[in-house]
């Protein structure tokens, strides 16, 4: 197989392999603790569940271990994520966030910092880089300065440190053949995260955000105030249009590293990129109204995926993509 690199992507191929040649082998943080962890990684159970639908049945495809490393994962993007976005008080604060790090990147934290104690398990056992952990938080760190990106490549950026860099660490837990699964994961992540960008337009304008390319915008004849008023004509379809089709092709590209997973874990992987690939159809359906609908893909419709879904995985079908 042979990925088509844009100019973008090596830059971050760069960042992508840079935790690898600088590989810190961590020491699982607890032993003779179980029922501590065991709490713990309840904890990360239950926080995945009630946050992502999509995340948590695709996780269920997973070995136990596997699963509940994966849900500690999630938790702790979830808390690095919520500091900034739904911060207590209302108002993000970077020393809050700083503290975070240092408790979310130990390798000893505090049983009673449930998702820091998983998570710091997790990392250790599935010999996760922690540079990786580091440049989530680097990534997750941006939204406290920055609310628009010029082009397609100042995105890719953040989208690489927000969501790339959770596929790089998942493909320690669920297992890859070599170093070659890493440039597929890279893009894949850049596709995740503008699926998730395109979905919520409406709540990131309404936290003062907009994430889509303003060089783009303005190539569409397109405005902020058009957001601002959110103005559903031609050149906001033709503009999402244009959108979706990149991250459909970003999918497509990336999807044939999925044979390099390997077989328990790839049907995880592949659920979670093919089930939220499907949102992108939902914003067609509903017209490309991101303003009042916010696209989403219901129980109903994941359940009828997943056999196909299962199928293509344990064929590895995705090699032949």
């Not at 390798?107 to 580091?134: G, H, K």
């Not at 493909?171 to 894949?188: C, N, R, T, W």
Request: aromatic share 10%; net charge negative; with cysteine.
């Amino acid at each position: 197989m042979t990925l088509q690199l844009d100019s973008w992507e090596n830059r971050l191929l760069n960042l992508a392999y840079a935790p690898l040649e600088n590989w810190v082998v961590e020491h699982r943080p607890v032993e003779g603790d179980s029922l501590a962890l065991e709490r713990a990684y309840a904890h990360c159970e239950t926080v995945t569940r009630q946050h992502s639908a999509t995340f948590y049945m695709s996780t269920a495809l997973m070995a136990p271990e596997q699963r509940r490393a994966t849900r500690a994962l999630y938790a702790f993007c979830r808390v690095s994520d919520d500091l900034v976005d739904r911060p207590v008080g209302g108002v993000a604060d970077a020393s809050h966030f700083e503290r975070w790090r240092q408790r979310s990147l130990s390798s000893s934290p505090s049983p009673e910092e449930l998702v820091a104690f998983a998570w710091a398990d997790a990392r250790a056992r599935f010999q996760i880089p922690r540079q990786y952990a580091e440049q989530l938080l680097d990534g997750v760190a941006t939204d406290l300065a920055v609310k628009r990106y010029e082009t397609f490549a100042d995105l890719a950026d953040y989208c690489y440190g927000v969501a790339s860099t959770v596929g790089l660490m998942s493909m320690h837990i669920v297992g890859f053949e070599d170093e070659s699964a890493i440039p597929y994961a890279v893009k894949l992540g850049i596709a995740l995260q503008l699926t998730n960008i395109l979905r919520d337009v409406a709540e990131d304008w309404s936290n003062g955000r907009f994430y889509l390319p303003l060089d783009e915008l303005a190539a569409f004849g397109l405005a902020e105030e058009d957001i601002a008023a959110q103005r559903l004509d031609a050149r906001w379809r033709a503009f999402l249009r244009f959108q979706i089709e990149r991250a459909r092709a970003l999918y497509s590209e990336a999807m044939p590293g999925l044979a390099l997973l390997k077989p328990r874990g790839r049907v995880a992987v592949a659920a979670a990129a093919e089930l939220y690939s499907a949102i992108l159809e939902d914003i067609e359906v509903h017209d490309y109204n991101v303003f009042s609908h916010r696209a989403h893909i219901s129980s109903g419709r994941k359940a009828l995926r997943l056999p196909g879904i299962w199928w293509r995985s344990i064929t590895n079908s995705y090699a032949r993509t």
